[in-house]
Structures are given as structure tokens and as C-alpha cells.
């Protein structure tokens, strides 16, 4: 198994590509050692230490490692927990954790037609563009004109993900549906 790495905008993040499918719909997002035991591939990472979230897409895995580590020490080990992962035949999230996969959350009422259009330019727009470097953007809420959006992989904690959300995301939206104002970030 020959498993490329690819850099992030975020520096603390990496993606890896094993070539292989890694989750088959969705994403999963894992912010914390606890998070990943709904992960076998995850558990695995973090059990390496110097890992502070890992982000499973469908064909790649981002690690983000903390502060002290230094990529060029701990690369070899997480390349060596994947192809180990991949070896072993589990699945990338348990059956249990398997709801954990990411979406969008659903809202209803008068804004319904609203969130609608946000969800579709979300999904045709932004996330492929998003997973490129390896993290994903979900949605979690529409408030009188204001969107609010999760980041997750890679662009949780990247020192561009303001200007991303700002002048990227927020004015598409607001090019395309004049009901909204502004976007923010949910934790």
C-alpha cells in the first residue's frame, strides 16, 4: 500500500491519501483521544500520542498534530497506523459510531426554502472545494440573515479559516441568496 500525503492550508494538518475508500458516504470528525473510540482507524492514530484530531473523508484521513509535535517524527508513525488499519480489515468507524458520520442539520419553518438554497451551494460550491485540502464545512443554523457553520479537518484551527468564511463563503451566499447577511463560525 502506497499511502501520499498532501499539506493543508492549516500547518498543523496533514492529509493522507491511502488510495483506497476510507469512509463510503460522509465525513466523521474527530476533535479528541474519547471521540475516536467510535473509530478503529482514529483510536489508532491518536494511540501514537502527539495527535490532537484526526478527520476521516471518502478517500482520505487528515491528522492535525498538537503544538510540540514536529510532522517530519510522528509522519512515519501515522503512515504506519494506516497501512496497519488497512491490514488488520476493520471498518474505518464502528457500526455504533457509524452516526457520528457528518450532514447538514435540518431546519424547518419559514426559513425552510432559504436553508434549502444555503445546503445545495454548500454541497455543489463549498465542500468539494473544502475536502481539497482536506476538511469539510457543515451547516447548523439560519437566524435572521445570519449562517452559521461548523469547520472541521483540516480547516478547524487554520489560520486561514476566517478569510475562508469571510470572503469566500460568506460572499458567495450572499451573492446568491440576498436573505443572507453574514456567516459564523459554531464551535
Not at 493522507?16 to 473509530?39: H, K, Q
Not at 510532522?71 to 512515519?76: A, F, G, V
Amino acid at each position: 500500500m502506497f499511502i501520499q500525503t498532501e499539506t493543508t492550508p492549516n500547518p498543523a494538518t496533514l492529509k493522507f491519501l491511502p488510495g483506497e475508500t476510507v469512509l463510503a458516504a460522509g465525513t466523521a470528525d474527530f476533535p479528541s483521544r474519547e471521540a475516536a473510540a467510535a473509530s478503529p482507524l482514529a483510536a489508532r492514530i491518536f494511540a501514537l500520542g502527539s495527535v490532537s484530531g484526526v478527520f476521516l473523508g471518502s478517500d482520505f484521513v487528515t491528522v492535525t498534530k498538537t503544538d510540540e509535535a514536529i510532522w517530519d517524527q510522528i509522519k512515519p508513525s501515522i503512515l504506519g497506523a494506516i497501512m496497519d488499519h488497512y491490514q488488520s480489515g476493520q471498518p474505518a468507524v464502528s457500526e455504533t459510531g457509524a452516526a457520528v458520520a457528518g450532514g447538514h442539520a435540518d431546519q424547518d419553518g419559514p426559513d425552510s426554502a432559504i436553508v434549502g438554497q444555503i445546503k445545495e451551494l454548500l454541497d455543489t460550491r463549498v465542500r468539494p472545494a473544502v475536502a481539497q485540502d482536506g476538511g469539510d464545512i457543515t451547516f447548523h443554523g439560519f437566524d435572521r440573515g445570519i449562517v452559521y457553520l461548523h469547520m472541521q479537518g483540516a480547516c478547524a484551527g487554520c489560520p486561514s479559516s476566517t478569510l475562508t468564511l469571510k470572503m469566500g463563503i460568506e460572499n458567495l451566499l450572499r451573492h446568491y441568496i440576498p436573505e443572507v447577511v453574514e456567516v459564523r463560525p459554531v464551535a
